[in-house]
């Protein structure tokens, strides 16, 4: 990118679609992006910048003239500019809310009044609605009439006279209808959620039932706002790359992985490594403890690695079943009881099945006793190490914390330390050192 | 549910909406959920049936009378009509496509001839196109008149006299145009999938850009079919399950938990957790090769389980990052060497900073040769997962494979034993063993 063929550049770049100058963008480091950005015509630049994701809108207005941001800013629809909103300073959030007119801003401000997380932010407050007396031809013209200030506008919730919802009616059978034809006889139940409900939730409701929009209401269930699938879908993608990170240990970068600095990619995973390995320093105690017995059975060290493999595996994999379980609401917290008999027949099952063969090899290539020690000890290491990990994600989830925090890793050290207690103890005793 | 206790069980599910019905069906066991099924109102159980996803879908089929699945197949959509043969056997599939009438038999076959995982087989044959020179008018008595029996009309691809699409139009924009504007005015270009792309691509494509429908065109760029975002959503939530569940050594439950037979649970782990435990007792064979060194020097034993720990972590935390980046398309198959180079730079910041803790750690409570052991093998190892973790996916997307199938576990039991002979090695460099 010499300053000669900037030019050149930008011929190219503004005969390029929106969508493919996004997957370019998506690609360039920070720099570079903001560069680029700038050759870039106005209204190209407008609608590659409402498809970028909220974090690196945030790192292109760093990058930007201020009254460039201005007028970016007012494009945006409400929702979207809470979202870029939620990725700024304080300082430059309130200077671009300045930048708006009086109704963008009290727009825009009711929605930055609902909690963080909470769907208020990322519902949309302009909508049409209906009343049950409308007919379809009123309706439809109230449609017509609002159809450039209006986000969505397939979805038609129908509000009574103190405006709480009581159904919903689509475009499509507003269009299907008779012109006489009552509001009240077309409108179906429509699904609704309350404004500080968690954003996580109500997307995955939405998307889970397909449902193209649902009708968000306050405590005393009159609507203020619609929330629609292409914004559910936004809000899942962004949760899964979450919960994707966390299981593996890395909190998320939220940038795609190209255009995230190396330095930020060994900052979203050193903290967690570091607990970890303070963690794990439990494993280099335990092994203090029991170093006499090591020294007095000297093959026994030959299985620690593959006892806390096939332990820290077994825990891996429950914890992933029921984070994912928890994630999409297949199993409740208080189906913990349930979760624990489920994890132990499993794990009892799998101990048997691995205990087994262990034992065949051991007493093949090594002798009875050792042959007992690890069958015994990976009938026992599975079956904790199964209840270990579907128990902590279903507590975490109790108590309000991410599941997906007792990551993989967390729970593959803490079996590793229990799982090497239980072989030395099992081994003691059989083996009566 | 007692049989004296159905009559009353019939007359409170028939009372709950089709979304709570859902919730209580996901968390029913098998046998129960036919039994619960069977006393729904026929309307009702339609709307149940068409909510729960193809697996419990075919669950039912099996459950159900054959006249009674044949009704409940005739109301399904072609596309997911395709979505729940995918699940049966072949004699219930050709069974229930015997029983369709012809229009809807043909048209689900021709979904069918195209190959599994395709987007052909997810996409909607049923849509309305417009002609650049039709008006605004007439565009919207297309719609009217199709209104019954297509499936979505909110999106309207444009096709010229060739069938290919040349634009879309929005119904929102056929409703606030003039009645006499041309449709060539008011198009606008639309993304556009070959029907034989994979689906989670072209989902995913969809779901990113927010776009509400795209037109699916066969190689000649002529119009086959349309596919919407809801169904996109449906397709994503499955694949990110596939995922998160092998990145975690586990198949696919495809069922929510709570529904899923224990015995399916040890199933879907069992062969995973085998195959692990096969490649961990490389980890043995290592060990009993150093078993010299291990005997001269025991304190060595002790740091076994933290340093083949904190390289498992780190090379989870490389694949977790770079698998996600993988399903998300930011980076290819082709970026191998950016994954790389930036993996080992990564790697060695993280092994520099642990390595340093180490040998400060192991030179305080052992002594100073024991303390720079730990700190060059923390240095490799964290070095060495880092590369392994971050490449080995992007292998596995090149030769097409599923890059979560060289999951988290798969990558610790590989670096335990590279790890083990990283530091055996360094061990005898050191202390001249």
Redesign the interface.
Known sequence: LHKEHLTTVARQINLL?P?QL?KIF??LSHQRRAIVYRLLDKDLALRVFE?LSPVLQSDLVHALQEHDTTDLFNELAPDDRVWLLDELPATVASRLLRGLDDDEREETSTLLGYPADSIGRRMSPQFVTLRPWHTAAEG?DR??RR??TVES??YLPVIDSGRRVVGAVS??QL??ADDAQLVETLME?T?TAEVSEDEEVVARRT????Q?AVSIVDHEERLVGVFT??D???I??FE??E???R????EP?RR???STP?SR??R???T???V??IG??L??Q???VF?ET??AV?VL??????L???G???G??A???????LA?D??QPR?IL??FT?EL??GF??GV??GA??FL?AWAFFALNVGVVIGLTLLAICTVAACVGGVMPTIASAIRVDPAVFS??FI??FV?ATG?IIYFVIARAILQI
Do not use: C, H
């Open positions: 679609k969508a996004l998506e690609r498809g439809l449609v017509q159809l450039d506008v397939y475009l499509r269009l299907g139940p699904m998307a889970r039932r397909g193209f699938l292409d559910a879908v936004r899942l993608e899964e790359s919960d994707v990170s299981q593996g240990g890395v970068l795609p992985y190209l190396v990619l060994v979203s995973r050193f967690w490594l570091l970890l390995a794990a320093t494993t280099v335990v092994m203090a170093e090591l020294e000297s060290a030959l299985f620690v690695p593959l806390i493999g096939i820290g595996n077994t891996n994999q914890a992933t079943t029921v984070t994912r379980a999409l297949d199993i189906d349930r979760v489920r027949r499993t099952m799998l099945a691995l063969l262990g090899i993989n890793p593959s050290t590793d090497l």
